[in-house]
């Protein structure tokens, strides 16, 4: 069984790299991990090992798990493992690793109190499924309701926060390098 799931890494670690298109060059300046042993991993005739499957977990932005368990083939759901951080809970609807990414976010009605203000790059958008939101966006104070949408360039100082007496939740789309959403398909 287990000698099988070491075997299975290799052919893993080799699509989620081509998934990516990137050159095992690109993956070696990523992880500090030699061509020659990325090649051997990827061939099955190295070993893989802690110490080489967390810089390569990292670098193609997937849990361990996924590296030594490989999906199900053919099957289009996403299967998210929910987050909580500071009593939200973020389930995490895309893996576009470097690209746009979409999570849905359930804020609690008595959340821990948050203050700071945050500043990153890149883009987001926000959508209320149900609640109010209270986003704190550089000087202004706004609450969103259910249905209403709001986005941002997140150099800007933020912070979003339950505006309500109910639990929110929310969908938010973000992009890295400051891609903008585009909600409407552009005509032929």
Not at 130 to 140: D, K, P
């Amino acid at each position: 069984m287990a000698k099988d799931v070491l075997a299975a890494v290799g052919p893993r670690l080799r699509e989620l790299r081509q998934q990516r298109d990137l050159t095992l060059t690109q993956v070696a300046e990523t992880t500090g991990i030699s061509v020659s042993t990325l090649s051997r991993l990827e061939s099955g005739s190295r070993k893989p090992t802690l110490e080489l499957l967390l810089p390569l977990a990292q670098a193609y932005h997937v849990g361990l798990d996924e590296l030594v368990d490989a999906p199900e083939t053919g099957d289009p759901r996403v299967r998210a493992r929910p987050i909580v951080r500071f009593g939200r809970t973020i389930v995490p609807l895309s893996r576009r690793p470097g690209g746009q990414q979409a999570f849905k976010m359930i804020i609690p009605a008595r959340e821990p109190a948050h203050t700071e203000l945050k500043t990153h790059e890149g883009y987001e958008w926000l959508y209320v499924l149900s609640g109010t939101v209270r986003l704190l966006l550089g000087e202004h104070d706004l609450l969103l309701e259910a249905g209403e949408a709001a986005e941002f360039d997140t150099r800007l100082p933020h912070l979003v926060l339950n505006g309500g007496t109910v639990p929110a939740e929310v969908i938010s789309i973000f992009g890295p390098q400051g891609e903008r959403v585009h909600v409407r398909a552009r005509s032929a």
